[in-house]
């Protein structure tokens, strides 16, 4: 997966629900976190959608408490044929393990998106991009997902967004929460190259997120 084009990627816990995010999606996101035996499920997956596996950290609000074992679990994963791409937090790239499995990753050619989650607010545009510049200098592509209180936080996040798809960097980006939902749909239009959605609203992973068609058909109409 090169991201050179947006993605949109079909969040899933079960690999066995690939076929019904085929007419939407680009990828499927795999929460390995979420499953019971990930990298079993890895090795019997037989779908057409290509994988980027996610193994999120308690701490960034996922699933995975133990460090140690989730990082090799991942690191397993990018090297399997199905994977295209491997989420690793930037904290992990820059202060764990994440670097080595970034390393098997790149060897066995699958891409490195560099993730940032802020659950909690959207930062000021100097530290927005402060975070983007070290996440696209660490990974193929710097994934940012921040908290809008208002449209303004918005409104930062997008123009900041455009800054660096402008400049030919790899970015991917959404505003968590209510106010920030529209981002999802919208900011494509400024250069996001991923976008998240669950094939059922229930199995949102995310807060705002929209269901796999409706995000589809938004992103179609605007572009």
Known sequence: MDFEEFVLAA???DLGAEPRAREHADAVEFRMDL???PLAALDDYGGELPVLAT???AW???EADDDEARLAALA???ELACVGAVDVELRSLTAGDGERVAERARRAGTAVVASVHDFERTPP???LRGTLETATDRGDVGKLAVTAESRDDVLDLLAVTREFAAAGERVATMAMGAPGRHSRAVAPLYGSKIGYAPVDPADATAPGQYDLATLARLVDELS
Request: glycine fraction near 12%; charged fraction near 40%.
């Open 11 to 13: 969040s899933l816990a």
């Open 35 to 37: 499953a019971d035996d």
């Open 55 to 57: 193994n999120r950290a």
């Open 60 to 62: 960034e609000g996922g």
């Open 76 to 78: 397993e994963a990018a």
């Open 125 to 127: 545009r100097p530290d």
